[in-house]
């Protein structure tokens, strides 16, 4: 039986009037999730969350197609914070660093998950369902290779002077998990990702909050995205963090905005595939589309 969508945030978007000339806002949710876990960024993360609260407030409320003038008016409103947020920044040790040497990977991590906002906004129009899942997806993805990033980086600048690397940049997708150093935690991190996206798809469905039914297939299938995002990401965190190393690049203020940008993308494109092969083999619940 279908249900109708109360997918939070992004399910609210749909019933906005106009919604078909504002799904661009939808592009904005990935760089939102790819920017929530690194301490030294709690400035960023904030701004960001309040520019996205006022960004999906307008589109509520406003139609930018007729008033011109709104969207100018609010660009000029962030552009007058800047000067704010830098001196707030500036202010505090723990972000000082970061306002110098931050821009690349934080202006990168807004590219790649742009990508993924791309992908997102053409998933939407193709399937309804699949907006709930996204922030689960990217979520869960995000925070495990958030920590594996973590104990991988903490590890380097407790046994090694940066730019001074012992262990090998690349490895075989195998043996991130079965023979180098951080395996057993990749292994504990990936353990994980199955009984917490079962928690998330059945608790999302108690709660009526998309059009999920949770078929045998819809699960074997959407599990089996997760499970290629989280390993893609574990393995790109050992050669990425070991790579920023070996050329001086301090990990812990570069690889999480790559990593959970890439997290954002991965998660979009596997959730899309996942919808269309199960489109493809005729599961046409309200989750898939019709």
């Known amino acids: 039986m279908r249900r109708q969508p109360r997918d939070g945030l992004v399910g609210l978007a749909h019933t906005w009037p106009h919604h078909s000339r504002r799904r661009h806002l939808l592009k904005a949710l990935p760089y939102r999730s790819g920017q929530r876990r690194d301490a030294d960024r709690g400035l960023v993360r904030r701004s960001h969350d309040i520019v996205v609260a006022l960004w999906f407030g307008v589109g509520a409320f406003a139609d930018l197609d007729k008033d011109k003038w709104l969207a100018p008016v609010l660009v000029g409103v962030f552009l007058l914070l800047v000067p704010i947020c830098v001196y707030v920044a500036k202010k505090n040790p723990h972000t000082e ?26 998933a939407v129009n193709r399937f309804n369902g699949i907006a709930v899942f996204q922030p689960v997806m990217n979520g869960v993805g995000g925070n495990l290779v958030a920590v594996q990033a973590s104990r991988i980086s903490t590890q380097l600048h407790k046994t090694s002077i940066l730019g001074t690397l012992n262990a090998k940049v690349c490895l075989s997708p195998i043996a991130v998990f079965w023979g180098a150093s951080h395996a057993r935690t990749a292994r504990i991190l990936i353990g994980l990702v199955i009984p917490g996206h079962l928690l998330f798809a059945y608790t999302i469905h108690y709660l009526e909050a998309g059009h999920t039914s949770p078929t045998a297939v819809f699960l074997i299938v959407y599990l089996t995205a997760a499970l290629t995002q989280v390993w893609a990401l574990l393995h790109t965190a050992h050669w990425l963090i070991h790579w920023f190393w070996s050329v001086k690049i301090d990990p812990d203020n570069s690889a999480i905005p790559y990593l959970t940008a890439l997290g954002d993308f991965l998660g979009g494109a596997l959730l899309f595939i996942a919808f269309l092969f199960l489109y493809s083999i005729g599961d046409k619940d309200a989750d898939v589309g019709d």
């Open 97 to 122: 660093k970061v306002l110098y040497e931050g821009w690349t990977p934080v202006l990168m991590a807004m590219v790649i998950s742009s990508l993924g906002g791309i992908i997102l906004d053409r």
